[in-house]
């Protein structure tokens, strides 16, 4: 089994060329980076708890935390664990009464659900990289090469490719997210 890393919610971000929010997770005590394109509902749903802006009626990931606290489990942690087709993959890991059981979700919710009930989320060591330098001292432009630029290209992107792609990105990429 692939080494999992700590990571933390730094940054909600939309990515222009796409027009795609993007969360940026951020290897806790380190610089390495992990962004993950996601839908408009979960990053609202993310940003309000980050804020700490309740509803008042439960959202659907509130609804979540309430079925986990209410059946007497407890999310142990968040697993950010491969990538397959441009799509990424996750699992929550839960324990009620001494039994693990283990859940496929996407990230977004993950993330989300974890922020909820202050767990913890990993990510597989492989799907993090390096950030962009701001200014690396080159003069020449970069090429962002877009998600759905990649779509057109290749069915399936390796890990490599993927983490390449990824590496080209900058901050100012993303743009910033105003709710």
């Given at each position: ?84 087709n441009r799509t990424y993959f996750a ?35 492989s799907l993090l990289i390096d950030p962009p330098d701001e ?45």
């Open positions: 089994m692939e080494p999992l890393v700590e990571v933390n919610v730094t940054r909600l971000g939309l990515d222009g060329s796409t027009n795609t929010y993007v969360v940026i997770l951020r290897e806790k005590g380190g610089e390495r980076i992990l962004p993950i394109w996601i839908g408009q509902p979960e990053a609202e749903s993310i940003l309000l708890e980050i804020n700490q802006v309740r509803k008042e009626r439960p959202l659907t990931h509130d609804l979540c935390k309430s079925l986990i606290v209410g059946l007497g489990a407890t999310l142990q942690r968040v697993n950010i664990t491969r990538v397959e699992e929550l890991h839960l324990v009620r009464d001494g039994q693990r059981y283990q859940v496929d979700a996407r990230p977004s919710d993950s993330i989300a659900i974890a922020l909820r009930t202050v767990s913890p989320i990993y990510a597989t060591e200014d690396d001292g080159d003069d020449e432009e970069e090429t962002v090469i877009p998600p759905a630029e990649l779509s057109r290209s290749t069915e399936e992107m390796s890990a490599e490719q993927l983490k390449q792609y990824l590496a080209s990105l900058r901050p100012e990429d993303f743009g910033k997210f105003n709710p």
